[in-house]
């Protein structure tokens, strides 16, 4: 079966603009989690859906925000980038909210 | 925030050597997982053991838990170079809060 797909693999963009990205998890997964991966502050959890509600956030800004459409995918959106949020944001799905599954991530970069 | 640490940061070792990684975690977790992560790109799942449970083997992989000190292990035997990679633990706490919590990884060369 197809794996986690994250688009696009890699992005850049300015300060000040706004960026969307895109998940589409395992088929018949529900659960779709997102994490931003820095070299300083590692793996950050940004938040979960489970059914086209968020059921975790983490200790993210408002212009972090997120949802999941009604066949699972799910989309993330950072508004009025900052040279903080350059980052590889990783996308995960899973069935039982145990085991997940990892797409290759979307290197984002704010220059 | 992070819950767990992985002990060593970093590790260097021969082809065919054990590898040995270990992980502390702070809170009463439901399960604990490790993760490989080759270059940047996305994490892969290798093995899940459950807070009842004391050791698992898949593999070449050995996983050792200790819930009164709040560790684990992970055992890599005879690695191989493709094994090079960075390698995190992540909990699953109890209590409802159903995301995984990751430590900062070891990362491990394996030379040839």
């Known amino acids: 079966k197809a794996g986690v797909t994250q688009t696009p693999r890699y992005l850049i963009k300015t300060r000040g603009q706004q960026v969307t990205l895109s998940c589409s998890p395992i088929s018949g997964h529900r659960s779709v989690s997102w994490y931003q991966q820095t070299p300083g502050q590692g793996l950050q959890f940004l938040f979960e859906?489970?059914?086209?509600?968020?059921?975790n956030k983490g200790n993210f800004p408002g212009r972090f925000s997120g949802r999941q459409f009604s066949n699972s995918r799910s989309e993330m959106n950072v508004s009025t980038l900052e040279l903080g949020d350059s980052a590889l944001y990783l996308c995960?799905?899973?069935?039982?909210?145990?085991?997940?599954?990892f797409g290759s991530g979307t290197r984002l970069t704010v220059v | 925030s992070q819950q767990g640490e992985e002990d060593p940061q970093a590790l260097s070792i021969q082809e065919g050597e054990n590898a040995t990684m270990n992980c502390s975690y702070k809170?009463?977790?439901?399960?604990l997982q490790w993760y490989r992560q080759n270059s940047g790109r996305g994490l892969v799942h290798l093995i899940l053991i459950r807070s009842n449970e004391r050791e698992k083997h898949s593999g070449r992989l050995r996983v050792t838990l200790d819930t009164s000190k709040k560790s684990s292990s992970l055992l890599i035997t005879a690695s191989r170079a493709a094994d090079t990679a960075s390698y995190f633990c992540?909990?699953?706490?109890?209590?409802?809060?159903?995301?995984?919590?990751f430590g900062k990884g070891t990362k491990l060369t394996v030379n040839p």
């Open positions: 992540a909990t699953f706490p109890q209590g409802g809060s159903e995301k995984l919590v």
């Open positions: 995960a799905s899973s069935l039982s909210g145990w085991g997940y599954t």
């Open positions: 809170t009463s977790i439901n399960n």
């Open positions: 859906y489970f059914s086209e509600t968020q059921r």
